[in-house]
């Protein structure tokens, strides 16, 4: 069963918006990590931001925020104020204890920001 | 500067021709990891070892050894590569847990013809 699902493979969103990428998790750990990277064209696996499953508050870094919402085992990343350098590949994955550590990824969702 | 390191960015070789895509991280890190990534699948962890000398097959291990004698390189062999496996590898490091970020290195785009 696929752990991580992203249901939005291509999304488009213009230059000052915010846009949310959606992300549902399948787990039975009580203890896991919630991470989302960003992979631009060049390639590269970017780290943006990251949500424990005992976390009470939702994380924020900069212009990325994350709603998570466990009863749902939802992880919606939000970028708000979208700029044209956020156009690429985002990536959510998951981190559990009861997997060795393991990092399952989602399939993706590609992101361009109209100017 | 923190990093983890994977070598060469770019291979082409042919059907059977032994290859390794080396990796290192400088972080200190005991959880290393190799993945690849294929259009429409996402990431799929290949191998992954908890400290040194502890690997373990990951979700896609056929085709691909690894070997993890030193604490800082974790590097990935195909003995007989075949076109199937052609694809975007990434080499990863961290600490143990949950918590913890992986860090990738650039990535090796290997085709296999």
């Known amino acids: 069963a696929q752990k991580i699902t992203q249901t939005q493979p291509g999304m488009f969103v213009q230059e000052k918006e915010a846009v949310t990428l959606d992300c549902t998790y399948d787990?039975?750990?009580?203890?896991?990590?919630l991470f989302w990277y960003k992979q631009p064209s060049s390639g590269e696996m970017i780290f943006l931001i990251y949500?424990?499953?005992?976390?009470?508050q939702n994380a924020t870094e900069g212009r990325y925020s994350l709603n998570f919402q466990k009863a749902r085992k939802s992880a919606n990343l939000v970028i708000s104020a979208s700029q044209l350098g956020d156009s690429a590949m985002y990536f959510c994955a998951m981190r559990e204890e009861l997997d060795d550590y393991k990092l399952s990824f989602g399939a993706g969702t590609t992101v361009t920001v109209r100017a | 500067e923190a990093q983890v390191t994977q070598n060469p960015r770019y291979l082409i070789t042919v059907t059977g021709k032994k290859l390794t895509v080396t990796c290192s991280q400088n972080?200190?890190?005991?959880?290393m990891s190799w993945y690849r990534q294929d259009p429409g699948l996402g990431l799929r962890q290949i191998y992954y070892s908890m400290n040194v000398e502890v690997t373990d097959k990951g979700d896609v291990p056929e085709g691909y050894k690894v070997s993890r004698k030193e604490k800082r390189n974790f590097p990935l062999i195909l003995e007989s590569p075949s076109p199937n496996q052609t694809s975007l590898y990434f080499c990863?490091?961290?600490?143990?847990?949950?918590?913890?970020?992986?860090?990738f290195g650039a990535g090796t785009r290997l085709s296999v013809l």
């Open positions: 990863a490091s961290s600490l143990s847990g949950q918590e913890n970020i992986q860090y």
């Open positions: 949500q424990g499953s005992y976390d009470q």
């Open positions: 787990t039975s750990d009580p203890s896991y990590g």
């Open positions: 972080m200190n890190h005991e959880y």
